[in-house]
Antibody, heavy 121, light 107 residues
Framework: QVQLVESGGGVVQPGRSLRLSCAAS????????MHWVRQAPGKGLEWVALISYDLNKKYYAVSVKGRFTVSRDNSKNTLYLQMNSLGAEDTAVYYC??????????????WGQGTLVTVSS | DIQMTQSPSSVSASVGDRVTITCQAS??????LAWYQQKPGKAPKLLIYAASSLQSGVPSRFSGSGSGTDFTLTISSLQPEDFATYYCQQANTFPFTFGPGTKVDIK
């Protein structure tokens, strides 16, 4: 079955960096756009970043642009999110989610279980 | 950015009730709209895509309608497992944006 498993979350000091990973299985990873979405504690959902299936297109939320970088390794069926210059406002559960095949506009299905990132000194 | 609003922000309902949640986009998004259900401590689950298409495996008591700026999610007969928070999401323009959510709880 289709499965997404995030890892790499934890507690990090303000200003430091962290890299999240999302291991995909059960589908042809290289044909799907992939997204990161986050949810601060007790808050709603915020889309963070997209990478197209062929790595040619990347889009970011304004709140993370210039600090976060999305990437993927289609040979390893893995999605990444490099997060730099972290601040308290980045504290959230980070979800990876599958987009649509061979396109960038669309919905998210399924989602991983999420990984918690806590930015605190 | 396209702003998404939802109403109501919360609703108390009983099993068997019909529940309607509305979502409005700040500009036209055609049918580029999805609805998600999220239960506490769990990842969101896609219910409806393209405004009115039912995701595979989702019960038929869920339905979606609308286009342009105004959209609706309807649960025709609320079941115990439907108590959750529901979010709309526009996929027309980057950055993709979500509504603030509607919490459906037990009356």
């Amino acid at each position: 079955q289709v499965q997404l498993v995030e890892s790499g979350g934890g507690v990090v000091q303000p200003g430091r960096s962290l890299r999240l990973s999302c291991a995909a299985s059960g589908f042809t990873f290289s044909t799907y756009a992939m997204h990161w979405v986050r949810q601060a504690p007790g808050k709603g959902l915020e889309w963070v970043a997209l990478i197209s299936y062929d790595l040619n297109k990347k889009y970011y939320a304004v709140s993370v642009k210039g600090r976060f970088t999305v990437s993927r390794d289609n040979s390893k069926n893995t999605l990444y999110l490099q997060m730099n210059s972290l601040g308290a406002e980045d504290t959230a559960v980070y979800y990876c989610a599958r987009g649509v095949p061979a396109a960038i506009r669309g919905w998210f299905d399924p989602w991983g279980q999420g990984t918690l990132v806590t930015v605190s000194s | 950015d396209i702003q998404m609003t939802q109403s109501p922000s919360s609703v108390s309902a009983s099993v068997g009730d019909r529940v309607t949640i509305t979502c409005q986009a700040s500009q036209g998004i055609s049918s580029w709209l999805a609805w998600y259900q999220q239960k506490p401590g769990k990842a969101p689950k896609l219910l409806i895509y393209a405004a009115s298409s039912l995701q595979s495996g989702v019960p038929s008591r869920f339905s979606g309608s609308g286009s342009g700026t105004d959209f609706t999610l309807t649960i025709s007969s609320l079941q115990p497992e439907d108590f959750a928070t529901y979010y709309c999401q526009q996929a027309n323009t980057f950055p993709f944006t979500f509504g603030p959510g509607t919490k459906v709880d037990i009356k």
